[in-house]
Antibody, heavy 119, light 110 residues
Framework: QVQLVQSGAEVEKPGASVKVSCKTS????????IHWVRQAPGQGLESMGW????????HYEQNFQGRVTMTRDTSVGTAYMELTSLRSDDTAVYYC????????????WGQGTLVTVSS | QSALTQPPSASGSPGQSLTISCTGT?????????VSWFQQHPGKAPKLIIS???KRPSGVPDRFSGSKSGNTASLTVSGLQAEDEADYYC??????????FGGGTKLTVL
């Protein structure tokens, strides 16, 4: 079955960077985009952007431009999201999910990675 | 401040029907058919329940239905069940490869 398995929780200091991985299985990796969505504690969902895993092309939402980099390794079916210059309001659960290129985020989502930014 | 506006809460008794609204603009909901709804139980990842305004993915009960009129999308849950108690989020394509979400609606089954 389709699975997206993310790396474990991280605790980082303000100003540091974090890199979250999303290992996929059960489908052809290049058939979908990988979209990243985050959710601050008790808050709603926020799109960060996506990576076209076939071409490597990316789109980052305006709020994250300049701080986020999405990459992929097609040899191991894994996508990565790196966020730099972390602030306390970056504390959130970060999810990866497949995007069918028709602006639909299809199940299943990754299990989520909690990133805590604290001094 | 979310790009799409949802009521923060909604409630209904088992068996009742309930509709959650999601208001956007002519640049997102009003312009595209790519409106989705997600259900999220506490501590869990979101789950897609409606795509492209009104399509139900396989396995989603037909008690869930979606519609759109102008700049407002709606999710209707018919025959409320206890397991429907969750947070619900709308989502829309907003052009230029952007995706926007609503702030979420907490559905309580009384």
């Amino acid at each position: 079955q389709v699975q997206l398995v993310q790396s474990g929780a991280e605790v980082e200091k303000p100003g540091a960077s974090v890199k979250v991985s999303c290992k996929t299985s059960g489908y052809s990796f290049t058939d979908f985009l990988i979209h990243w969505v985050r959710q601050a504690p008790g808050q709603g969902l926020e799109s960060m952007g996506w990576i076209n895993v076939k071409s490597g092309g990316t789109h980052y939402e305006q709020n994250f431009q300049g701080r986020v980099t999405m990459t992929r390794d097609t040899s191991v079916g894994t996508a990565y999201m790196e966020l730099t210059s972390l602030r306390s309001d970056d504390t959130a659960v970060y999810y990866c999910v497949r995007d069918d290129t028709r602006a639909t985020l299809v199940d299943p989502w990754g299990q989520g990675t909690l990133v805590t930014v604290s001094s | 401040q979310s790009a799409l506006t949802q009521p923060p809460s909604a409630s209904g008794s088992p068996g009742q029907s309930l509709t959650i609204s999601c208001t956007g603009t002519s640049s997102n909901i009003g312009a595209y058919i790519y409106v989705s709804w997600f259900q999220q139980h506490p501590g869990k990842a979101p789950k897609l329940i409606i795509s492209e305004v009104s399509k139900r993915p396989s396995g989603v009960p037909d008690r869930f239905s979606g519609s759109k009129s102008g700049n407002t999308a709606s999710l209707t849950v018919s025959g409320l069940q206890a397991e429907d108690e969750a947070d619900y989020y709308c989502c829309s394509y907003a052009g230029n490869n952007n995706l926007v979400f609503g702030g979420g609606t907490k559905l309580t089954v009384l």
